[in-house]
């Protein structure tokens, strides 16, 4: 029986996969746990691991091509060895009862992460769709009995089981039955109310001469959050000068010091970024996100820092950034911009993210402003460091001024609470000496 290989959500903002390289061609053996292929998604290159074993037979999509989640891009041919698929098939069989089924309330831990192996220690077998959608339906998978090839899980499996779980629960299916009447009362309003068609968009005509240009996953995914962001969330957005020189100055006094010791050089973004996690531990206001009908108001700093990337920009999150010294910052993002580059960031680096830094000061542009980071409610723009002639004590001095901006989610973030956190950070960058403690 052939088993298909199909396109892994690879990534929570995913939709679909470039796949770059095949490290496996037809007539090659795979073994579970092989590199079949490194796919692309809208964040990073990621290896695509096989969770079966056989001969590959056909490949489907090529080196370059693009594809959906769930969609087939190989097929291996089901010569499974007897004696693996014959216990496995003893010990889950297809007509396991329904009872087996766990409801979400059954175990504390997600099924992403819970089910990975068998009480037993070994590795489950599942489809990356089932995986999806048991992650979706609240599905243990360690109670599914698999009915795909050696006993692997695929969707009809978690579909089942999810709807056994709802049988057994009266509450569940009256809670169901609750909200399809909702949705049908909503429905029906909205037919006897219709809304005005939303407006085209202008799409321009390539001519003789122009270059048309593919978007790549990572383009259509910026393309899609900002937009979403600049027409759901209402910004406002502040602005303030600060002195850079005390900065500058105490980033030389760093890095004479680290050439004898950990050999790591600063730069004016690191004294940035620990300025803004100090910040937001004494604002926490800001560090929180609009979910509806309530805010979130986080625990931890997720310091998301911008990273420009040869086609857009990614945001890798250096977590609970409220532990780290200015040592581990600095050497995180280094390590991030250089994994950036060459796409090689894991998809978890970019989860968690409470707050973003763009800091295009490295450019020469003094002043501009971001475009809120959705879920976030704020992030600060960076501008370059300047001479410029500055008043002091009514007398005209040389001075190097900052810029820096910062976007607001007004859902969240009040005028005076954005002001006071961007004083705040004014603050810290002006006596950076106040950070060592």
């Known amino acids: 029986m052939s088993v298909n290989i199909e396109m892994p959500k690879l990534s929570d903002t995913m939709t679909e996969g470039t796949l770059i390289k095949w490290h496996k061609q037809i007539g090659d053996e795979v073994e579970i746990g092989d590199i079949l292929a490194d796919i692309e998604t809208d964040k990073a290159t990621m290896e695509m691991e096989s969770f079966d074993e056989g001969t590959l037979t056909e490949i489907l999509i090529p080196e370059g091509g693009r594809a959906p989640i769930g969609a087939i891009l190989a097929v291996l041919d089901g010569n499974m060895p007897a004696a693996v698929a014959a216990p496995e098939a003893k010990a889950q069989p297809s007509s396991a009862p329904a009872s087996a089924a766990a409801s979400p309330a059954a175990s504390p831990v997600p099924a992403a992460t819970a089910t990975q192996t068998q009480p037993s220690g070994e590795r489950l077998k599942v489809s990356p769709l089932a995986r999806k959608i048991a992650a979706e339906l609240g599905v243990n998978l360690a109670n599914v009995a698999g009915s795909g090839p050696a006993g692997r899980i695929v969707k009809s499996d978690v579909q089942g089981a999810s709807t056994a779980s709802t049988k057994a629960s009266p509450a569940a299916s ?4 609750a909200a399809a009447g909702l949705a049908a009362a909503i429905k029906s309003k909205a037919a006897a109310s219709p809304t005005p068609a939303p407006a085209q968009a202008i799409v321009p005509v390539a001519k003789e001469g122009d270059e048309r240009i593919e978007l790549s996953s990572m383009r259509k995914i910026i393309a899609s959050r900002l937009l979403t962001s600049k027409t759901t969330i209402p910004h406002f957005y502040l602005h303030l000068e600060v002195d850079a020189a005390p900065l500058m100055e105490i980033r030389k006094q760093a890095n004479a010091q680290a050439e004898t010791t950990h050999k790591n050089k ?5 004294f940035i970024l620990k300025a803004v996690i100090s910040a937001a531990e004494a604002v926490p206001a800001v560090n929180a996100s609009f979910a509806g009908d309530h805010i979130v108001k986080f625990k931890h700093v997720g310091l998301s820092v911008a990273i ?14 409220e532990t780290k010294s200015m040592l581990e910052i600095s050497r995180a993002v280094k390590d991030f911009a250089v994994r950036a580059k060459d796409k090689k960031l894991k998809p978890d680096e970019f989860d968690g993210g409470t707050i973003t830094v763009s800091n295009l000061g490295a450019w020469g542009i003094e002043s501009f402003d971001a475009i809120v980071n959705p879920p976030q409610a704020a992030i600060l723009s960076v501008g370059a460091a300047i001479e410029k002639p500055v008043v002091k004590n009514g007398q005209i001095v040389p ?3 900052m810029n820096l901006g910062l976007s607001c989610d007004h859902r969240v973030i009040d005028g005076a609470v954005g002001a006071q956190f961007l004083a705040e950070i004014k603050k810290l960058l002006e006596q950076p000496a106040l950070m060592l403690f």
């Open 174 to 177: 009256s809670e169901a039955n």
């Open 266 to 270: 600063y730069s004016l973004n690191d």
């Open 308 to 321: 420009a990337v040869e086609d857009g920009l990614v945001t890798p999150v250096i977590k609970q950034a």
């Open 399 to 401: 001075g190097i001024r």
